[in-house]
């Protein structure tokens, strides 16, 4: 699984990553402020991705 969160949602181009892989990516994308009512609505979710996410650029998603 692949979780996206940015400013703004923008159009997903397919990631040539799937096939080198020779996996299927799930990909989530959030706005930012979608993210952060995802984090009060479903806590559990919130906490596996801070536990567990690694993130690629950036920080982790930390909601205050």
Request: hydrophobic share 40%.
């Amino acid at each position: 699984d692949l979780l996206i969160i940015t400013r703004k949602k923008r159009k997903l181009e397919m990631i040539m990553s799937e096939q080198k892989l020779a996996r299927e990516l799930t990909i989530i994308q959030y706005a930012y402020q979608e993210w952060k009512e995802k984090a009060e609505r479903e806590k559990a979710f919130y906490s596996n991705v801070l536990l567990h996410g690694i993130a690629l650029y950036g920080e982790k998603p930390v909601v205050n």
